[in-house]
């Protein structure tokens, strides 16, 4: 015993050699003035070198005892046969009393803590810690997920600020010590001593400021996936998985904890980050520790450090108020009945504007098919202020742009600027909208142009597939039809047909502007109350279009084209914009496409039939499609047709699987999110999703939408429509042009 003392002062006096132990033990004696955390489990030199043999002796029979302990095995062994082995050799080991004991409880922390000590090193060590609540709280799960965001890798937050961006610190880490009882959440950090000041303001900004905004969700989903990760490669180790099966069981009671823990890590949202880095990670909760060189002390003083978190929360707090103007949404219907959304977003200066009305292809007639599509066609080539070559100019010297758009449910007009030319990029917009004049030299260009991008569709021949199998899935639908005509259609287009069209679909009580970009909320309303101020007309009620029959059998369409490839379409009758099935069949499309889709590994991959091949779901306002496409060699045509028809077949007989789902899900939000960076992407979707009734804030909901998908859902989708007896396929290529079934 005598000879064991000395080993473990030996160690204490190491560890008081090393600066890392140092600045945990000075936090944690700092943290907790109560609860026995505060001290260090290898205890100090005065208390271990008083101790006796009976000391040790007395310890032991109180804590050794069968009642308070947990026997974890893990490895190459038989159950019963360990079981046994287990039983004899603990056989007259008897129960103690009970030798727990209630800790103290440690106070709540009301102010903030400091310390400062010195050692002999090169570079000072930063300590920050939080009082967290204990591992058996639910808002362990959120904090866990915290601390990946804010240090798991090079591309969180607080690395990224402080470490590539700033260059305040040479390392800097986060921990999340959830014990049995409260515990805390580490940051620290190594540094030069003149950066401790602003590495201590930096990073309570970064912190602070995921409570402000919450964690975007690509950086939520990576950190989710990070810590699912973790856990698959502790159970690589026998020692590895022993010791988590024994720490849940200890600290929890429940050795099978961690299916339950992943469970609520992947039920963590956004707003539940938000909300505990608000709660947790304040400087009221807050302790400071710094490591200076020696001889150096006397640089950083604990008024000092006080000083700087007071500076930081100043500076927090001003980043956290931009932060909540950056993200400032608001909603205005205006006398004329016109919808206004507008999104400040100042981290770069451009506006970008989106006008959209109920419209295109949906309300057309056959005999005036592509009206919509030339009419908008038309809005750029002279108002009633200026010419073609005046608007050109104009844009041209603005470095911006605007334009006409028209497609299956909406028409409309969008347009970008740098926002030092706010007033008068919407000024143009305005004017175009309200003001086309529709000259009769300009119609005819157009419609030269319009005949002639009408007769190329032939040579695109994916896109002429496509054409051909929505004539026939759509068969008295609009939706049948092509946005930009027909060349009988164009070639009859009147400029009153222009005019007709413009008049009854641009009307402002149906119209939804949004505005995303670097500008003022109230200024942007006034200003486009003032520009739109005589935009007045009523709006009669739409028409509704004529309903297709679902299909009921099998039809084929298609064309000959002596081509080296033919391409192939399959279409079934799909569902509407906002439906619960849209969701579900988006995820069953993109199971089946990417490069790790069913159609890419099973048709490209292992039997080369194909280069291109792809699944979609195409949701409308009236039913929409869900279909494939493949472009394989002629002679391949049966078997590609075949290898789509047993993919889909799959999907109704088959669940798929959780990497499958995992992977469509990440697919889908990730892409989503990805297009959402510029501001004409936000506008685009506010306007759209606003329109439409699911509401300009829908972007923050989807993601849940699709994440809520399950692998029942996609059978359930798959099997109500994916029906193998009723499709439209359409065939373009030598050996294309199949009749139609009898």
């Known amino acids: 015993m005598k000879k064991e003392l000395e080993v473990v002062l030996e160690e204490i006096r190491m560890n008081e050699d090393n600066p890392g132990r140092r600045l945990f033990k000075s936090l944690l004696g700092t943290s907790f003035t109560t609860h026995p955390y505060g001290r260090p489990v290898i205890g100090y030199v005065d208390t271990v070198k008083t101790f006796t043999r009976k000391d040790i002796l007395s310890f032991f029979k109180k804590w050794y005892v069968p009642n308070n302990m947990v026997l974890v095995i893990v490895g190459d062994v038989d159950h019963d046969e360990a079981l046994k082995a287990i039983k004899d050799s603990f056989k007259g080991f008897k129960s103690a009393p009970e030798p727990h004991k209630k800790r103290a409880v440690e106070p709540k922390q009301k102010d903030l803590k400091t310390g400062v000590f010195a050692m002999q090193v090169q570079d000072a060590q ?12 639910d808002d362990t799960y959120a904090i866990d997920v915290m601390e990946s965001i804010l240090s798991g890798g090079e591309t969180s937050r607080l690395y990224k600020k402080l470490k590539l961006e700033d260059e305040l610190v040479h390392g800097i880490s986060a921990y999340s010590m959830s014990l049995k009882n409260p515990g805390l959440f580490f940051v620290t950090s190594m540094l030069k001593p003149e950066n401790i000041g602003q590495t201590i303001t930096n990073s309570l900004e970064v912190m602070q400021r995921l409570g402000a905004e919450g964690p975007d969700h690509e950086e939520l989903q990576r950190a989710k996936f990070n810590m699912e990760s973790s856990f698959v490669y502790s159970r690589e180790t026998m020692d590895g998985l022993a010791g988590k099966l024994g720490f849940f069981e200890v600290n929890l009671g429940d050795y099978a904890f961690e299916k339950k823990y992943i469970e609520n890590i992947r039920k963590v949202t956004p707003d539940d980050v938000k909300r505990v880095a608000s709660k947790y990670l304040t400087p009221e909760n807050m302790t400071v520790s710094v490591l200076m060189p020696l001889g150096r002390e006397g640089e950083i003083t604990k008024d000092g450090l006080a000083a700087s978190v007071k500076t930081a929360q100043e500076a927090s707090a001003k980043t956290v108020k931009k932060a909540a103007e950056e993200g400032r949404t608001t909603k205005t219907v205006l006398e004329n009945g016109m919808t206004l959304i507008v999104k400040e977003v100042h981290s770069n200066p451009t506006v970008a504007f989106y006008a959209t009305f109920p419209g295109g292809l949906r309300f057309e007639e056959r005999a005036k098919n592509g009206v919509g599509s030339f009419t908008v066609g038309m809005l ?20 911006g742009g605007v334009g006409g758009f028209s497609g299956w449910n909406s028409t409309g007009a969008s347009g970008k600027f740098l926002s030092m030319f706010f007033d008068k990029g919407l000024a143009t917009l305005a004017d175009i909208l309200m003001n086309p004049v529709f000259p009769e030299k300009e119609i005819e260009k157009l419609r030269a142009d319009t005949l002639a991008a009408i007769a190329r569709q032939e040579d695109n021949l994916s896109g002429y597939t496509f054409k051909l199998l929505y004539q026939e899935l759509y068969d008295v639908h609009p939706y049948g039809m092509q946005t930009i005509g027909t060349k009988e259609s ?26 995303v970009g670097d500008i003022d909320s109230e200024y942007a309303r006034e200003k486009v109350s003032e520009l739109f101020a005589g935009f007045n007309r009523g709006s009669a009620p739409l028409p509704y279009p004529p309903e297709d029959r679902p299909e009921t059998t099998i039809e084929k369409t298609g064309a000959v084209k002596e081509k080296e490839q033919t391409h192939v379409g399959i279409g079934f009758n799909g569902t509407t914009i906002g439906t619960d099935d849209s969701y579900a069949l988006r995820v069953m499309a993109d199971v089946l496409s990417g ?35 493949i472009a394989t060699a002629p002679e391949k045509k049966d078997e590609a047709v075949q290898g789509l028809l047993d993919e889909f077949r799959k999907l109704r007989t088959e669940p798929v699987s959780e990497e499958e789902l995992t992977r469509a899900k990440s697919s889908i939000i990730g892409n989503y999110e990805i297009a959402l960076q510029s501001v004409s992407s936000q506008a685009t979707d506010m306007a759209n999703n606003e329109l439409y009734g699911l509401g300009y804030g829908f972007s923050k909901i989807y993601p849940e939408k699709i994440q809520a ?19 439209v396929i359409s065939i373009v ?6 009749p139609k079934a009898q």
């Open 733 to 738: 290529g030598p050996n294309g042009g199949a």
């Open 709 to 727: 998908v399950t692998a029942e859902d996609v059978m359930r989708v798959a099997q109500k429509y994916l029906d193998l007896d009723a499709y």
């Open 380 to 399: 750029t080539r002279g108002t009633v202020k200026m010419t073609r070559e005046e608007l050109s100019k104009e844009l041209e010297d603005m470095a």
């Open 126 to 137: 930063l300590g920050m810690t939080f009082h967290i609540p204990s591992v058996k709280n």
């Open 490 to 515: 164009i070639s009859a287009l009147k400029r009153d047909d222009l005019l007709n069209h413009h008049k009854s679909f641009f009307v402002p009580d149906r119209m939804v502007l949004t505005i």
């Open 595 to 629: 490069q790790g889709g069913r159609l890419f590994i099973e048709l490209r991959d292992r039997k080369s039939l194909a280069y291109t091949v792809s699944a979609f779901s195409k949701e409308a306002v009236d039913p929409g499609m869900i279909g494939a496409y």
